[in-house]
């Protein structure tokens, strides 16, 4: 496509994106997807929350209040919800989930990253205190119990793919229903009961950076972050698989692509102003970055093989997102201007839905149709429990010994 041919496009794709957001900004979705999306979980379920000594949470939280606002702060959020929520039960015997308030990611380096390292340890170290002060988890070995692991790899703790697979889910959480930001198709770091949740991204901040609907999206295509991980992957073929550096490589010339490693003051406000915005893989198939697009409006285009994407029982991803196989990134631009005006528009619409917005974020105080509220639905739909779930006595599945030598070591 030529420079002449490129302005036409714009301005006929601006044009017709700027009178269809006049004249209808929303959309439902219709169908089943709608219907759960706007579920309220409230009188489906009773949840209890243990009472568990406060190194395993707030004092993880006093010693580093930089938890409160990374990708893996649901642990924390979920915990404070849960206290006051109306599911809420203080009587274990009438509960259909329990949960163990522990913050495993709020283990930071200087920079700010978290480290996984400790978490199994902190995990059995949890297990092994519930299991022995209370009945509930001896009964079933955790099969009515939930535990929120954000993490890159959920339950494998670690923040290299090939190191997680190797290490696979922490083996005392086999039975659990695990409450993850990873999600991806036949991998062995996600169980078939997950739940797969967004990654947190602070609500207020992006409140506070909202400009005007009828501003025009003047930004074809748009992209802030890393192409090479050069600290963790000096050869640079195994971050993201390649396809960063492959929308680079092929279109850090390209007018229609707005894509740099800069991260400006205006990150906000140029999603907005974009209508399309690329959300590849990084370490893990999942970032911030989709949650953003969905907030901001901006067709989320999903590069990750195989990702299971977050409440996808209840969001239409297909229906507000373009999904390109990690093998087409050089063909993107292609891709994205072959995509009709007027399905560009329907998914512009269906952005605009407040209540898909909602079910992205973890708002504080919480709102009805939020994250918080979606994760409840999700587990109100795996009720009641199949019989089988309770074990003879004397019964015993999951081995305590398994795993890596380093985990046993006392917390």
Known sequence: MNRSSISAFLLFLFF????????????????????VLEDDPVGKLKVYVYELPSKYNKKLLQKDPRCLTHMFAAEIFMHRFLLSSPVRTRNPDEA?????????????????LPLPFKSPRMMRSAIQLISSNWPYWNRTEGADHFFVVPHDFGACFHYQEEKAIERGILPLLKRATLVQTFGQRNHVCLDQGSITIPPFAPPQKMQAHLIPPDIPRSIFVYFRGLFYDVNNDPEGGYYARGARAAVWENFKNNPLFDISTDHPTTYYEDMQRSIFCLCPLGWAPWSPRLVEAVV??????IIADDIVLPF??????????????????????????????????????????PSMKRAMLFPQPAESGDAFHQILNGLARKLPHDGSIYLREGEKVLNWTAGPVGDLKPW
């Open 16 to 35: 017709s994106a700027s009178n269809a957001e006049h004249s209808a900004r929303t959309e439902r979705i219709s169908g089943s997807a709608g219907d």
């Open 96 to 112: 259909d989930w329990f949960y163990t308030p522990i913050y495993p990611t709020c283990d930071l380096t200087p920079t700010g």
């Open 296 to 301: 901001f409006g901006c067709i989320p285009v």
């Open 312 to 353: 996808a029982d209840a969001i239409p991803w297909e229906e507000i997102g373009v999904f390109v196989a990690e093998k087409d990134v050089p063909e993107l631009d292609t891709i994205l201007t072959s995509i009709p005006t007027d399905v560009i528009l329907r998914k512009q619409r269906l952005l605009a839905n």
